[in-house]
């Protein structure tokens, strides 16, 4: 009886080894697999991302995805995607990863992953020069107040001010920028620099001017703008904070950002 149990313990743990076997060989193979990252992008939020006369993707973040894909060894495959449908599309897996300026916040790390930061900016309402001269709720109580929908943004201006101004929602930053020269909003609140870059700087935007704080408040805006990823992708998420680092690394990120900006994007570390 000795004998016959010893051979089917020696049986089972045979079994157990192959399939033991197995299953890493799965998890090194699963881990090896990405040859190729489709990369999700609204391609309209200038300077971050937007899209060429010529129809192509270009913008900071479309760069740092280029170069962070160099960094992984892996051919980089942009796909454009309106803002209000692209963490449902990544969940679709019609794409394995966001680049898109989108701030890692605790509500969207019930849905998704994330890597990074890659960058962190605060966000600043804008409206028309000397419309508004000391800054309080007070001040823009009863104003129209643009904002891109479904965004960090978004929830702050709603959590706010949602009782003390209208609101109105856009679906992408450039449809708010033309509401806000005709007259149909009287204010817009959005990331700084994409207001600085997208709007200010532009001849459009010369009669208008930053108003009140700097608004980085964690609870609204999060660690900063992070690369979302399904989160059954875990391999992807470690490849993408390697990468991360080593373009901050060896000078990679400095290039990019000072192609863009005169200032440091990253923050604090």
Known sequence: MKRVLSKVAISMLCVFGLVLAFTLSIDNVSAKEWKEVRIGTEGAYPPFNFTTPEGELAGFDVDIAKALCKAMNVKCVLVKQDWDGIIPALLAKKYDAVIASMSITDERKKSVAFAGKYYQTPAKFITKKGAIKEFSKEAIKGKIVGVQRATIHDSYLTDNYGKDVEIKRYGSQDEAYLDLTAGRVDMLLADSVALDDGFLKKPE?????????????????????????????????????????????????????????????????
């Open 205 to 269: 935007g010369k009669d208008y001017e930053f108003v009140g704080p700097d608004l980085t408040d964690k609870k609204w805006f999060g660690d900063g703008a992070g690369i979302a990823i399904r989160k059954e992708d875990k391999d992807l998420v470690d490849m993408f904070n390697k990468a991360i680092k080593a373009i901050r690394a060896d000078g990679t990120y400095k290039q990019i950002q000072d192609k863009y900006f005169k200032f440091d994007v990253f923050g604090k570390e």
